[in-house]
């Protein structure tokens, strides 16, 4: 007898006759020219349409993450895949490299601790609840808290051009970003790790109301702008050197080359 085979179910879209459906919206008669990109980003991670003012701060919070400087390793890993000339190679390769310990996943281990942390002694708990809540995280020798620690400077100046146009424009921090900066406060003193972008990002997407599971794509967008830079000029460029070094600087250290008997004289 042969079994039938389970059926999968999507929510995500619908190709029907005339128009296509975008997790359960008509895109021809609902979306098209009313839905702002980021409302399209939150839609498809299973959040919801989001106001002009969220989009806005989203928008904002991406120009101030423009760091593209090539010299930032996961945007060398974006250079090299780009090198034979294709950029999509190039955007493979910076995002599977930022897949882990650094970039947006870490926006995703921040909102957890954010969350666990509101949780465990709320938004407005007292100093002394806030360090206790964060004692297991500074018990681990050397690691920052995820989100926090910034190499070589004193302040993530991502994160402080973010937190002016928030003054600039009158926006309210939201009880996760004030939540963030207590913790801030805590990192600084015991670990000298000021909050980074991959911080910021996540306390702001989950003050517009995102899940913990749902942060890791949105907070890749925030970002992605520095790696299509590097693809794009880098599949331009396709510099040989990085495909292979001249063999004039390079020198070999080792065993010399030997000549077998059997080669004759």
């Not at 601790?113 to 465990?120: F, K």
Request: net charge neutral; proline share 6%; charged share 20%.
């Amino acid at each position: 007898m042969i079994e039938r085979l389970p059926t999968l179910v999507t929510r995500v879209g619908h190709a029907e006759h005339g128009d296509n459906r975008f997790r359960g919206h008509g895109v021809h008669d609902e979306l098209t020219g009313a839905l702002p990109y980021w409302s399209l980003i939150s839609l498809a991670v299973g959040h919801r349409i989001m106001t002009t003012d969220e989009c806005a701060t989203l928008d904002a919070l991406s120009v101030a993450a423009c760091a593209a400087d090539p010299r930032i390793w996961p945007l060398k890993a974006v250079r090299l895949g780009s090198a034979y000339g294709s950029a999509t190679v190039g955007l493979c390769a910076g995002m599977l490299v930022t897949d882990g310990v650094h970039g947006p996943r870490m926006s995703t281990a921040s909102a957890e601790i954010l969350l666990a942390v509101r949780t465990a002694v709320g938004v407005d708990g007292t100093d002394d609840g806030l360090e206790r809540a964060l004692e297991p995280h500074f018990a681990v020798r050397v690691r920052p808290i995820p989100g926090f620690g910034v190499a070589a400077r004193g302040v993530d100046e991502r994160v402080l051009a973010f937190d002016d146009w928030c003054t600039h424009n009158a926006r309210v921090r939201g009880p996760y970003w004030r939540l963030m900066r207590r913790i801030e406060e805590i990192a600084v003193r015991r670990r000298r790790t000021p909050v980074n972008i991959s911080g910021a990002v996540a306390a702001v997407l989950l003050d517009v109301g995102f899940a913990p599971a749902q942060v890791h794509l949105p907070a890749m967008f925030t970002v992605m702008q520095n790696f299509v830079a590097n693809a794009a000029e880098g599949a331009s460029e396709a510099p040989t050197i990085l495909r292979e070094l001249p063999a004039t600087v390079v020198t070999y250290v080792g065993v010399p080359a030997r000549k077998s008997p059997r080669a004759g004289s």
